[in-house]
């Protein structure tokens, strides 16, 4: 399975952007899917993950309220919906793929997506 995510951007502060992972496996499993970010010279930090079924979702507490996690198990894709967005969101966005769910942890996620880079200007 490999994860393909895209939709980064520059944008304005209060700006929004949306962030789409697919799979290329159709029906991946029973598999939670999750953004991470990494902002330069940081460690890459959990931001969203959502349950195979899509009925539940955690997020880190830096984003709860701005981001929405979803996702289309038909066409295997998982989307983050980011609202109201702050210089300090900057970073490049990256999709995994985990047996467990919820999980905060990188090393839980065997499979990674590329990422896609996040900029946002003050």
């Known amino acids: 399975v490999q994860l393909q995510a895209s939709g980064g951007g520059l944008v304005q502060a209060g700006g929004s952007l949306r962030l789409s992972c697919a799979s290329s496996?159709?029906?991946?499993?029973?598999?939670?899917r999750a953004w991470f970010r990494q902002a330069p010279g940081k460690d890459r930090e959990f931001v969203a993950t959502?349950?195979?079924?899509?009925?539940?979702?955690d997020y880190a507490s830096s984003v709860e309220g701005r981001f929405t996690i979803s996702r289309d198990n038909d066409k295997s894709t998982v989307d983050l919906q980011m609202n109201n967005l702050r210089p300090e969101d900057t970073g490049v966005y990256y999709c995994?793929?985990?047996?467990?769910?919820?999980?905060?942890?990188?090393?839980?996620?065997?499979?990674w997506g590329q990422g896609t880079l996040v900029t946002v200007s003050s």
């Open positions: 995994a793929q985990s047996a467990l769910f919820p999980s905060h942890l990188t090393e839980d996620y065997s499979i």
């Open positions: 496996r159709r029906r991946s499993g029973a598999n939670a």
């Open positions: 959502i349950n195979w079924s899509g009925t539940r979702t």
